[in-house]
């Protein structure tokens, strides 16, 4: 399920499958999960959705969408509208150390169906952000990565 749904996301990589197992690891040992805000919409037995929010590392004030996505079969039912509710259990779930109620922070292409979904539920478009990649050339001739974000 996962893999169809990263399918479908804008990415400069090509997509390739990862197991179930080892996304499920990487879950496991993630410090910043949220493990209430885990949500799968389910049709039986059969996973046909998925969000999650993640605490920031750098902030109380800020908790991140880190995935909403469902399976294309399911799609225009209102099931990524249902599971994108995270704002509003951030709302009754946390507080910043001052006692506010923390952002919520996603990310989507402006031509994502699921941005309309966000602008539906009340978040606001921010700026859009440009990362660059520039691969440098050690003395050695190995490849030096510099990133910049």
């Known amino acids: 399920m996962i893999f169809e749904i990263v399918q479908d996301l804008p990415s400069h990589d090509p997509i390739t499958p990862t197991p179930l197992r080892h996304l499920a690891q990487r879950f496991a040992d993630d410090p910043n999960r949220i493990d209430e805000a885990f949500l799968v919409a389910l049709d ?3 996973y046909v959705g998925v969000t999650m929010l993640e605490r920031s590392r750098a902030t109380d004030k800020t908790l991140f969408t880190d995935l909403t996505g469902v399976c294309r079969t399911y799609r225009r039912r209102g099931i990524a509208t249902a599971l994108k509710s995270t704002p509003f259990f951030a709302k009754a779930n946390f507080r910043t150390a001052e006692g506010d109620i923390p952002f919520v922070v996603t990310e989507n292409e402006v031509n994502n169906p699921m941005f309309q979904i966000n602008v539906k539920l009340g ?3 921010m700026p859009d952000e440009l990362s660059y990649i520039k691969t440098l050339q050690s003395a050695d001739d190995t490849e030096v990565d510099e ?3």
């Open 44 to 46: 039986g037995d059969h």
């Open 123 to 125: 978040f606001e478009k």
């Open 147 to 149: 990133r910049e974000e």
